[in-house]
């Protein structure tokens, strides 16, 4: 079964920065989509970042410019450096896998709160 587990959330100031990582466990293989995914209070769940084979990335135009995200193959953790940050970021992040088409896997999500 393939575990995802988020890390690095927290409360920081307008302008600061955090980087979150997402551990993944119990896959045979890498799996060759992953992404970000943020819940703000009251909102619906929206594509922040993704990577795709050959580390191809795209981003939400939102975070363009601030947010990148990349992955480590070899220690099967995905990243999001997350800088300039503002407080329309605050949400709850949540790492995403996808193995195959009919095999998609979520994590718990880490609160990332921004202050102004």
């Known amino acids: 079964q393939v575990q995802l587990v988020e890390s690095g959330g927290g409360l920081v100031q307008a302008g600061g920065s955090l980087r979150l990582s997402c551990v993944v466990s119990g896959s045979t293989f890498s799996p060759p989509k992953m992404a970000w995914y943020r819940q703000p209070p009251g909102k619906q769940r929206e594509l922040v970042a993704r990577?795709?084979?050959?580390?191809?990335?795209n981003y939400a135009d939102d975070v363009m410019g601030r947010f990148t995200i990349s992955r480590d193959i070899l220690k099967d953790t995905m990243y999001l450096q997350m800088s300039s940050l503002k407080p329309e970021d605050t949400a709850v992040y949540f790492c995403?896998?996808?193995?195959?088409?009919?095999?998609?896997?979520w994590g718990q999500g880490t609160q990332v709160t921004v202050s102004s």
């Open positions: 990577i795709g084979p050959g580390r191809s990335t």
């Open positions: 995403y896998a996808q193995e195959n088409p009919f095999s998609d896997y």
